[in-house]
């Protein structure tokens, strides 16, 4: 879905008279928004089973959770549509920076003729970019997780919205709290 919509944004945007270099980070953009409204309500049933402290067999389908969220909080910001700004944030910031500094820097560094050194010039430069990208959009990732996880006191919401969020761990926590899971983070996307 990333890759696919990246192409259809980038060709949309070849009518459009915009450089190359901002042509990619807006089809970037693109590709992650598209990707974000797709994959949120399944991120939403993720974290939810995550957070199931039941012994594995007590635990309900991913199905079964689907509906029970459905039926309990519905389709909306509330239920399974949880997150969705702070997911548009991670996967549209993510796509955008990665994309855009992926292809520029693509095309100003030199193709190798060597097959072997030419892979290592495109790993190290997706390699790169993930990692830019992860630095870059961590802290949705944070809020994402701490909208669509167990809030810390039972029944009330303190975590509601992306930016609010943020704000909150920032106060309460610190700046750096808006960056935990950065190395794992990289780790998993960074050699992607």
């Known amino acids: 879905l990333q890759f696919f919509t ?27 928004l598209t ?28 199905f079964v959770q689907a509906r029970q ?32 500094f992926y292809f520029n820097v693509k095309n100003i560094l030199p193709v190798n003729k060597d097959p072997n050194l030419e892979f290592l ?10 990692t830019i990208a992860s630095i870059i959009n961590i802290p949705f990732d ?4 701490r909208i669509q996880g ?8 303190k975590y509601r919205t992306c930016f609010k969020t943020m704000a909150t761990v920032y106060k309460e926590e610190g700046f750096l709290a808006l960056y935990k899971g950065l190395v794992p983070k990289i780790m998993r996307l960074g050699p992607g």
Do not use: W
């Open 6 to 32: 990246f192409e259809q944004y980038k060709k949309l945007l070849g009518y459009a008279s915009l450089p190359p270099g901002l042509a990619f980070a807006v089809a970037g953009l693109g590709s992650g």
């Open 35 to 62: 990707e974000a409204v797709v994959v949120n309500p399944f991120e939403v049933v993720k974290v939810t089973l995550q957070t199931n402290r039941n012994a594995f067999t007590e635990q309900p389908s991913s």
């Open 69 to 100: 969220i459905i039926k309990t909080d519905g389709l909306g910001f509330q239920g399974l549509n949880k997150g969705l700004t702070a997911t548009l944030g991670r996967h549209g910031v993510f796509n955008m920076v990665y994309f855009g």
């Open 121 to 130: 010039r495109k790993f190290g430069i997706g390699l790169v970019s993930g």
């Open 142 to 145: 944070v809020a994402k997780s």
């Open 150 to 157: 167990p809030q810390p006191v039972p029944g009330e919401i």
